[in-house]
């Protein structure tokens, strides 16, 4: 089982979209009406925050790019075809906002390629962990892992993106960006490590 080329199961955090964005609300939307504007960033605040939070470290960049986001789901809402989920339109809305984000605020650079030697048990581990995960307990986990491998990691294992997508996206390699998965999984197995053994002291003083 090649669990870097895409066989990860993958974990998807909360974006049900409120049953109360139906094409009612997105017709009044489209006529630019302030009350269903709002309505709509209500609805969807929740869902908006969840996604920027697992890309960005800090609580203020991650609001900042989740308006920045809504602004375009809103200047953009004309555009969406009618076969296309409105769920998957924004959301895919949501996390290109970020990486463009990204890709100003950090110059681009050729990257050296890293060969990772993958540990499958570990990975195993650390998948069947992230399955059964609340999402609040995972975005805690998410903040331990580096800026750019963390990007990586919720790309390819959180939003189904392939490794050759991240590359374009980032301006990395391939290579680099299957190094960044494989970073992101040891941290992860590191701080699940460190949690389960809390949790075992804790156990033996009760």
């Not at 993958?10 to 109360?20: A, D, L, V, Y």
């Not at 919720?154 to 189904?160: E, I, P, Q, R, Y």
Request: hydrophobic share 40%.
């Amino acid at each position: 089982m090649n669990l870097v080329e895409g066989s990860l199961p993958m974990w998807r955090g909360p974006f049900g979209i409120s049953p109360m964005v139906n094409e009612t609300l997105i017709a009044r939307c489209l006529r630019e009406e302030p009350k269903a504007q709002y309505e709509l960033y209500r609805a969807m605040h929740g869902q908006m925050m969840s996604i920027c939070s697992r890309y960005e470290r800090n609580k203020q960049d991650a609001v900042a790019r989740m308006n920045q986001g809504f602004l375009k789901i809103l200047t953009n809402l004309d555009k969406r075809r009618p076969e296309v989920p409105f769920e998957l339109w924004a959301r895919r809305i949501m996390i290109n906002t970020v990486i463009d984000e990204y890709r100003k605020d950090r110059p681009r650079k050729a990257q050296e390629s890293l060969d990772a030697s993958l540990d499958e048990s570990t990975l195993v581990e650390v998948n069947d962990y992230l399955r059964h995960m609340e999402a609040d307990a995972f975005a805690g986990l998410l903040q331990r892992v580096p800026d750019m491998s963390r990007k990586v990691f919720n790309l390819f294992a959180m939003d189904g993106y392939a490794h050759a997508e991240i590359a374009e996206l980032l301006g990395i390699s391939e290579g680099t960006s299957k190094w960044h998965v494989s970073h992101a999984r040891q941290v992860l197995q590191q701080a699940i490590a460190q949690l389960a053994g809390q949790h075992a002291v804790k156990t033996a003083i009760r």
